[in-house]
């Protein structure tokens, strides 16, 4: 199914820059310098997330079940302050897009369900490049990512992630399954961004849609609105501030 361009643009087409020599010191003062630049959300300010999945063949089940689930985003954080939620996917050999910013889940729902899953590579530094550039136009809360996959270099990733870092943008990286080359590619890119890394198991709707919730919640109302989701006992909210405190 072809989509439509007039709700979309194209995410950048640029490669992600190799860090030169990326040495542990390197890896590690740009997880330094990342945490001491992240603003807390400013009193009235919504949110901003980028959605970013996966959309190659291997993801139809998972696609399909975001598409149920993405409403529940929009919904745990309207009451924190509201949120505005972009989506990002690849599919494809090349071809990477973003959608429009949009406050309705209503809205986004009807964007995804325009979009079908096609064969191709994976293109994730494509999606920090293009993460890291929106939110040098207006500040970006959170990119959450969701795929099974990494068929790239490691260190291009690391680069993309450590730019993004920076800028005080968490990826949130959630793997079905247990590529292990996946898990340790999301892992490294959580870690420089100071985000988190967690895994759902194939097919189990309920874990991806506690983890959603959750980001949207950090998305909206920062570490403390995520702690107080924590502690009404949610899962996927207690498994991401273990790892972002």
Do not use: N
């Not at 993309?160 to 898990?183: H, I, T």
Request: aromatic share 6%; hydrophobic share 45%; glycine share 10%.
């Amino acid at each position: 199914m072809a989509k439509d361009r007039s709700d979309t643009t194209p995410a950048p087409t640029g490669r992600t820059e190799p860090a030169p020599g990326s040495s542990r010191a390197e890896i590690d003062a740009f997880v330094q310098r990342a945490r001491s630049l992240a603003p807390p959300l400013a009193p009235g300010e919504r949110g901003r997330l980028i959605f970013a999945l996966d959309a190659t063949m291997s993801r139809q089940p998972t696609w399909d079940q975001a598409c149920r689930l993405q409403a529940d985003m929009f919904s745990e954080a309207a009451a924190i302050g509201g949120l505005d939620v972009q989506l990002a996917y690849y599919r494809g050999l090349a071809e990477c897009r973003a959608s429009r910013w949009v406050s309705d889940a209503r809205v986004l729902g009807s964007l995804m369900e325009r979009i079908d899953c096609r064969g191709g590579h994976t293109q994730i530094g494509r999606i920090l490049t293009h993460a890291r550039r929106e939110s040098e136009a207006r500040k970006v809360q959170a990119l959450v990512f969701v795929g099974d996959a990494m068929e790239e270099s490691l260190d291009d990733l690391c680069a993309g992630a450590g730019a993004l870092g920076l800028l005080g943008v968490p990826a949130l990286m959630f793997q079905e399954a247990g590529d292990p080359v996946a898990e340790q590619a999301f892992r490294e890119i959580a870690r420089l961004t100071r985000g988190a890394y967690c895994r759902f198991d194939a097919g189990s709707a309920r874990q991806l849609g506690e983890l959603l919730r959750a980001a949207a919640v950090f998305a909206a109302g920062g570490i403390k609105a995520l702690a107080d989701l924590s502690g009404r006992k949610q899962a996927g909210a207690q498994k991401l501030l273990a790892q972002m405190r």
